[in-house]
């Protein structure tokens, strides 16, 4: 495989993101991690915010590249020339919203392929939504996300 996209909220980038990377970047030779712009679902991070917490917390990776796109995810495949869109599977949870996604996308562009990775054990619990509950509830996000999007956390929660 050569470019792989792994688009996503990323609101913040936390461990099982990361642990998807890594696994992505076995199977692809360029990887872009592209945080979705969405207007109308307003994060606690700005766009530039969550862009520079993944540059800053992922590890070297090969091929890695980190940005931004606006509008289908299909139509920015379709420029970066990426061959697959990879999506980690956590739970029968995500399932449902995961198949309807890669079949619309798949509707979209016959060509681009949706790939599933399954993330590790100690990251199948992990989400954003759930890391920021518990930070904003003075729980320990050690375990959860690198130290700089915990200090971060802890900065914008104040
Ligand atoms: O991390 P998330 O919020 O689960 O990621 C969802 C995301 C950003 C991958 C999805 O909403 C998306 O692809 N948005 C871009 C707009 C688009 O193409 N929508 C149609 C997808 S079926």
Known sequence: ????????????????????????????????????????????????????????????????EVTSFDGLLVDFARRENADAVIRGLRAVSDFE?????????????ENLETIFLVPSQESIYLSSRIVKEVANLGGNIDRFVPAVVREALIKKMG
């Open 97 to 109: 919203y995961e198949f309807q996604m890669a079949l619309m996308n798949r509707s979209l562009d």
């Open 1 to 64: 495989m050569k470019t792989a996209i792994y688009p996503g909220s990323f609101d913040p980038v936390h461990n099982g993101h990361i642990d998807v990377i890594e696994r992505a970047s076995k199977l692809c030779d360029r990887i872009i991690v592209a945080v979705a712009v969405n207007s109308a679902k307003s994060g606690l991070f700005s766009m530039e915010e969550r862009v520079e917490l993944i540059r800053l917390a992922v590890p070297d990776v090969k091929g890695l």
